[in-house]
């Protein structure tokens, strides 16, 4: 009889021992995926950093850095790079109740793991010995290999193109959106892009009602630096559609 309720003691402790340690490893896990949703929660939309320097949009709430939501305020009528709401520039302030979030909260580093204040995460990730190793150690990007072949001549130049107000030559994306950004920047105009339709699936009938604000959104690469004069044209489409049907 002893021998049994020993036995049962044993066996009641060891079942113990197992919740507490089954409770013990759930609530780590909860505690590091918590930490990560901190980190993600406190993102910009935009840069998909830690916030610097936030800012609110008054219409729609959004929060983004004050750095990369100053291009929206560039335009005419910007609208939220998140929600597409249109908004008045005058009516974007500081976040302070996010500000203070970002000092109250701490977040682990992604390299060393090391619990940081997410107001001072960006500084640390800069200095971060290991964040730095993963970086270098990211796949680099290789451009296209020039072919010894020559390009046939029915392909469209998509490297430099015309100004569509005033018929500037020869600017790449960059120095077209920098052209009417100091040049048409109050253009009523509406004018069809010349870098969408030098693409496959451009449509050279199409006039944006707001061709800057279309520039900023849409063309923030060069389209030939990624992609090849070889790709499949209906998956060009295809990614062509998908980025319309976001910027709508």
């Known amino acids: 009889m002893m021998a049994m309720f020993r036995s049962f003691v044993s066996a009641s402790s060891q079942l113990r021992q197992q919740q507490q340690q089954q409770q013990q490893s759930s609530s780590s896990g909860s505690l590091a995926a918590t930490a990560e949703g901190i980190e993600s929660q406190f993102s910009c939309p935009i840069c998909l950093e830690v916030y610097h320097k936030p800012v609110s949009i008054a219409t729609c709430a959004h929060t983004f850095c004050g750095e990369c939501l100053h291009p929206c305020l560039q335009v005419t009528s910007p609208l939220c790079p998140l929600c597409r709401v249109p908004f008045d520039p005058k009516k974007v302030e500081r976040s302070s109740s996010v500000e203070k979030q970002l000092a109250s909260y701490k977040a682990p580093c992604r390299g060393c793991s090391k619990k940081v204040a997410l107001v001072k995460m960006r500084s640390h990730?800069?200095?971060?010995?290991?964040?730095?190793?993963?970086?270098?150690?990211?796949?680099?990007?290789?451009?296209?290999?020039?072919?010894?072949?020559?390009?046939?001549?029915?392909?469209?130049?998509?490297?430099?193109?015309?100004?569509?107000?005033?018929?500037?030559?020869?600017?790449?994306?960059?120095?077209?959106?920098?052209?009417?950004?100091?040049?048409?920047?109050?253009?009523?105009?509406?004018?069809?892009?010349?870098?969408?339709?030098?693409?496959?699936?451009?449509?050279?009938?199409?006039?944006?009602?707001?061709?800057?604000?279309?520039?900023?959104?849409?063309?923030?690469?060069?389209?030939?630096?990624?992609?090849?004069?070889?790709?499949?044209?209906?998956?060009?489409?295809?990614?062509?559609?998908?980025?319309?049907?976001?910027?709508?």
């Open 125 to 248: 990730i800069a200095s971060c010995s290991k964040v730095q190793e993963q970086i270098a150690n990211c796949p680099k990007f290789v451009p296209v290999v020039p072919t010894s072949q020559p390009i046939p001549s029915n392909i469209p130049n998509r490297s430099t193109f015309v100004c569509p107000f005033c018929g500037a030559r020869n600017l790449d994306q960059q120095e077209l959106v920098k052209h009417c950004m100091e040049n048409h920047r109050n253009d009523p105009n509406k004018v069809v892009c010349p870098v969408c339709s030098a693409m496959p699936w451009g449509d050279p009938s199409y006039k944006s009602s707001n061709f800057l604000q279309h520039l900023l959104h849409r063309h923030k690469f060069s389209y030939d630096t990624f992609v090849d004069y070889s790709i499949d044209e209906e998956a060009a489409l295809q990614a062509a559609l998908a980025l319309s049907l976001a910027e709508n």
